[in-house]
Each structure stands twice: as C-alpha cells, then as structure tokens.
C-alpha cells in the first residue's frame, strides 16, 4: 500500500508540473499580447491648443529642429544630427511606440516631442523636449497634464515616473504636474559635457 500511495504521489506531482508549465506560458503569451495590444493604440488628445499623437516619418525634419538644438539638449545627450534623429524616430518613436508627437494646432507643426514608454505593467516613464521658440508658453505643461490625465483615466496607469538632471525648469515642471520627489542619486550620470551629476527622480 505505501508504494502505491509513493507512485500516486509522484503522478499527481508530474501533473501538477505539467500545469504548471502550461498556466506559465500561458501567463507569458498573454502578458506579450497585452504588451503588444497597448503599444499599438493611436492616442490622439486635444487640448485647447494643441494635440497630441503618435509620431510619423513625415515628422522628421520638426523633430530635428529639438533633438537637433543644443540649446533644447542641454539637460540631456548630446544634440542629434539629422541622420540620428530620423533613426530615432522610426526605431523608437515609431516601431516601439516610445514617444509622442506634441502639434501646435493653429500652425500644425509639432513643436514637442514626449517620451512616453511603459517600463513595466502600468508603470509609464515620461519625458519631453520642446522647441525653443514655444517656450515659455506654457505649452509642455498643457501637453503633458492632458497625457497624466489620459494615463490614468484611459490606460489605468499605476505609476509614471520622470528622470532629469535639471534640478530648476524641468523639476518644477514635474512638481506642477503633481509629482512628488521619489529619490536623488547622487553623482548617477553624466551630463552632455561628460561631467558626473545628480539624477532627480519623480513620480
């Protein structure tokens, strides 16, 4: 008797295995398919001014204006070339989906540019560039209040995050939009002079 009970034991044990097995590629392909369902969403938000969307090829030459701009890199990498800019936006901002086109209604020119990539289940990471010549306008606060607000309206966002070694303009931006200091690392990266600084974290 005990070595039949030994032998049904390790049956059930095979089963429960196998089960096992299944239910977690299963939970994988679903988890890939809902990854590659949301990345393929059109987001289009108006705003009183302005309008948010995904970027298009055609977006090229306005998004070199930003990337391609010291001034507007400051904070940031070094200042794109044209040719890295467009391998930018059809690998990243394309393909992946990782940023947003913001477009100045009345002119329709796209004046900014809003990373926005989720980096784990409903836990998106945000970032912007805008033009220099619509500084000051209040421009990447109204494009950026009206995605928080569709992140978690729409995509029931948990959690989004800002990173940046601008501790004035871009942190006060964060804090207008609700953000709340998450973490310094000091000395954490470099800035676009290969100078070590501090990365300011919000969420």
């Known amino acids: 008797m005990p070595e039949v009970l030994d032998e049904l034991l390790v ?37 009183q001014r302005l309008l948010i969307r995904n970027f298009k090829r ?13 001034v507007v890199m400051k904070y940031s990498e070094k200042a794109y070339s044209f040719e890295k800019t467009v391998e930018f936006l059809n690998d990243f901002c394309i393909k992946k ?16 540019y809003i990373l926005f990539h989720e980096m784990d289940e409903d836990v998106y990471e945000m970032g912007w560039f805008f033009n220099k010549n619509y500084w000051r306008k209040g421009y990447a606060y109204e494009s950026c209040k009206a995605l928080v ?36 690392q000091k000395n954490q990266i470099k800035d676009n002079r290969g100078i070590w600084t501090d990365l300011y974290i919000y969420s």
């Not at 966002?157 to 501790?167: G, L, S, V």
């Open 11 to 47: 049956i059930i044990a095979d089963y429960a295995i196998l089960l096992f097995e299944y239910v977690g590629v299963a939970v994988l392909i679903i988890t890939g398919i809902r990854g590659i369902v949301k990345n393929m969403i059109d987001i289009n938000i108006e705003t």
């Open 97 to 112: 989906t990782g940023a947003l086109a913001v477009v100045h209604k009345e002119s329709s020119k796209v004046i900014g």
């Open 149 to 184: 607000d569709y992140a978690f309206n729409s995509l029931n966002a948990y959690k989004i995050f800002a990173e940046t070694i601008d501790h004035v303009k871009s942190v006060n931006l964060m804090k207008k939009l609700g953000m709340k200091l998450e973490e310094i």
């Open 58 to 70: 055609d977006d090229a030459k306005a998004l070199y204006e930003i990337l391609g701009d010291d």
